[in-house]
């Protein structure tokens, strides 16, 4: 059995779930998630509680326990708290700024790099060098840190570029004169 599938997942004050068949709905303050699980599995809602179950012991539906489970329990958790993402931006001369909902950043290149906010993704530039990427969908969330990181992946000499909070980059020792 799956540790992570056969927990069940608590119901938040504040978010209303429907299951129809294998759709889950959530709607909460932040917005409104849908996931849809596999056949190999199935949903039910049990007094204040999610549960994620699987029909056989296939392999396939034993892998796919757990990462159904994660799925649900991310779109119930996002519609009520939301995940955030948090980079650093390190270099002379590189800032990032809004305009409206387009993220402007200035890494080193001859033109300035503009980045739209998909829709459900909250961009905010808390310095000119931190930025915070917010949302309800966790995948979202992740896949815009990561575009916005790939403009300007850190450097292993001088670790200029854009890096997640708290990201350690290894650094490489460089040159050494001739003796």
Do not use: C
């Not at 709905?25 to 849908?34: D, H, I, N, R, W």
């Not at 996931?35 to 179950?53: A, D, G, M, Y």
């Not at 996002?78 to 948090?86: C, D, I, L, P, Q």
């Not at 290149?109 to 060098?129: L, M, Q």
């Amino acid at each position: 059995m799956s540790r992570i599938g056969k927990l069940p997942i608590e119901i938040p004050a504040g978010v209303e779930v429907k299951i129809d068949g294998n759709t889950v709905t959530a709607k909460g303050p932040l917005g409104v998630e849908t996931v849809t699980i596999r056949p190999e599995l199935k949903v039910e809602q049990q007094e204040n509680k999610v549960v994620v179950s699987r029909l056989n012991d296939d392999r396939k539906s034993r892998s796919l326990h757990g990462l159904s489970r994660t799925l649900v329990a991310n779109a119930i958790n996002g519609v009520k708290t939301g995940f955030e993402k948090r980079l650093e931006i390190v270099g002379v001369g590189y800032r990032a700024s809004m305009q409206g909902t387009t993220l402007n950043l200035a890494l080193g290149y001859s033109h300035p790099i503009n980045i739209p906010a998909p829709e459900g993704i909250k961009i905010e530039v808390e310095a000119n060098t931190k930025i915070k990427i917010s949302g309800h969908n966790k995948q979202l969330v992740g896949d815009m840190a990561a575009l916005v990181r790939s403009k300007r992946p850190p450097e292993v000499y001088k670790g200029k570029g854009v890096k997640y909070e708290g990201e350690h980059i290894r650094r490489k020792a460089g040159k050494t004169g001739k003796k």
